[in-house]
């Protein structure tokens, strides 16, 4: 009896998401044709995580469709048009659903990157596709597109790409491994007084000899104050981070301006930017953030100017005051102190 009261359960919860999810849809719709689209996305999106169904999942392409997500799109109407054999509200919509697919597909291209090492990580505008060699040809949205290559020990690998729809296109990368510093060895020679008090002269003057041979690092910045070996550094740190917030905020509003000439009534030199009611917004986005791009690269050059004005602040105020020079020995005997300096002018 117990089994029985409750095997319903799972009917009435699955019932119940799909509800939800069938409300989510339908304020969706409401949203979208009011001219809504960016405000529905995130409800579709909703509805598809709770109840993943070929009718949530052609909504959802839709949508992505007319936002001009074009690779989103191919994989949910996808999804949409294969998951079941039939499906009442996919076959009443297979013909709309079918060529949205097309048009989807018609602003992808395919790119194929090989190279070496393997196990390097792909990213395409900062999204990781994986690690080399790739499987398959990746789809990616026509248009400009940030590849990186990276690699632990390898130089990064930076390029950018212009792909067109319905192209396809190789990319071949070498990374080439990073620079090791090459290590300098500091000998000190002392010899202190002992049973060998009687060393012949010739012995002294074999190790001075011996002293001159060897590479002896100039002191430099281990007579800074900390504060003036960190501010470098610290000044270069900013700068990348401002560079990476240029980078970031200049991407965005490339995405802002491309919805806003995806919408046919937006223009840049139109009263209120446009008829259509989208305009303005995406262009007063677009301008912020081009903005804060331009912004972020100023204050990026201002802090790298600033990072190697101290670097080479620092090269000379070491250099001048270094006591010690390449090729400097100091020779302590029984009897004899010995001092030897070599300089290139």
């Given at each position: 009896?117990?089994?029985?009261?409750?095997?319903?359960?799972?009917?009435?919860?699955?019932?119940?998401?799909?509800?939800?999810?069938?409300?989510?849809?339908?304020?969706?719709?409401?949203?979208?044709?009011?001219?809504?689209?960016?405000?529905?996305?995130?409800?579709?999106?909703?509805?598809?995580?709770?109840?993943?169904?070929?009718?949530?999942?052609?909504?959802?392409?839709?949508?992505?469709?007319?936002?001009?997500?074009?690779?989103?799109?191919?994989?949910?109407?996808?999804?949409?048009?294969?998951?079941?054999?039939?499906?009442?509200?996919?076959?009443?919509?297979?013909?709309?659903?079918?060529?949205?697919l097309q048009t989807a597909?018609?602003?992808?291209?395919?790119?194929?990157?090989?190279?070496?090492?393997?196990?390097?990580?792909?990213?395409?505008?900062?999204?990781?596709?994986?690690?080399?060699?790739?499987?398959?040809?990746?789809?990616?949205?026509?248009?400009?597109?940030?590849?990186?290559?990276?690699?632990?020990?390898?130089?990064?690998?930076?390029?950018?790409?212009?792909?067109?729809?319905?192209?396809?296109?190789?990319?071949?990368?070498?990374?080439?491994?990073?620079?090791?510093?090459?290590?300098?060895?500091?000998?000190?020679?002392?010899?202190?007084?002992?049973?060998?008090?009687?060393?012949?002269?010739?012995?002294?003057?074999?190790?001075?000899?011996?002293?001159?041979?060897?590479?002896?690092?100039?002191?430099?910045?281990?007579?800074?104050?900390?504060?003036?070996?960190?501010?470098?550094?610290?000044?270069?740190?900013?700068?990348?981070?401002?560079?990476?917030?240029?980078?970031?905020?200049?991407?965005?509003?490339?995405?802002?301006?491309?919805?806003?000439?995806?919408?046919?009534?937006?223009?840049?030199?139109?009263?209120?930017?446009?008829s259509d009611p989208r305009?303005?917004?995406?262009?007063?986005?677009?301008?912020?953030?081009?903005?804060?791009?331009?912004?972020?690269?100023?204050?990026?050059?201002?802090?790298?100017?600033?990072?190697?004005?101290?670097?080479?602040?620092?090269?000379?105020?070491?250099?001048?005051?270094?006591?010690?020079?390449?090729?400097?020995?100091?020779?302590?005997?029984?009897?004899?102190?010995?001092?030897?300096?070599?300089?290139?002018?």
């Amino acid at each position: 009896m117990l089994g029985i009261a409750l095997a319903p359960a799972p009917a009435r919860a699955e019932s119940s998401d799909s509800a939800k999810a069938e409300e989510l849809i339908a304020k969706a719709n409401e949203l979208r044709r009011q001219g809504h689209d960016e405000r529905a996305l995130p409800m579709f999106r909703e509805a598809y995580s709770i109840s993943r169904t070929p009718r949530s999942a052609g909504q959802l392409g839709l949508v992505e469709l007319a936002l001009g997500y074009w690779d989103d799109a191919s994989t949910y109407l996808t999804e949409s048009l294969t998951t079941v054999r039939h499906h009442p509200w996919v076959d009443k919509n297979r013909a709309m659903l079918e060529t949205a697919l097309q048009t989807a597909r018609s602003h992808l291209a395919e790119l194929t990157v090989d190279g070496t090492p393997s196990g390097a990580e792909l990213f395409l505008n900062g999204k990781s596709m994986g690690n080399l060699p790739l499987p398959a040809a990746v789809s990616v949205n026509e248009g400009r597109i940030e590849m990186e290559v990276r690699a632990s020990g390898y130089k990064t690998d930076q390029r950018v790409l212009t792909l067109a729809g319905k192209t396809s296109q190789r990319i071949v990368v070498r990374l080439e491994k990073e620079a090791k510093a090459t290590p300098v060895e500091a000998v000190a020679v002392v010899t202190q007084p002992g049973a060998d008090d009687a060393t012949p002269p010739t012995r002294n003057a074999e190790r001075v000899a011996s002293a001159r041979t060897r590479d002896v690092p100039a002191a430099g910045d281990d007579d800074l104050p900390t504060w003036r070996r960190v501010l470098p550094w610290s000044l270069l740190a900013g700068a990348v981070v401002a560079g990476a917030f240029g980078i970031w905020q200049q991407t965005d509003s490339k995405n802002d301006l491309d919805s806003f000439d995806m919408i046919p009534g937006c223009g840049a030199d139109a009263p209120m930017r446009g008829s259509d009611p989208r305009c303005d917004g995406l262009y007063q986005n677009f301008s912020a953030k081009r903005t804060r791009a331009f912004v972020g690269y100023g204050v990026a050059g201002a802090l790298g100017a600033g990072a190697i004005g101290v670097f080479i602040w620092n090269a000379v105020s070491g250099s001048s005051a270094s006591p010690a020079a390449p090729g400097t020995a100091l020779i302590v005997g029984p009897r004899e102190v010995a001092f030897s300096f070599t300089h290139s002018f």
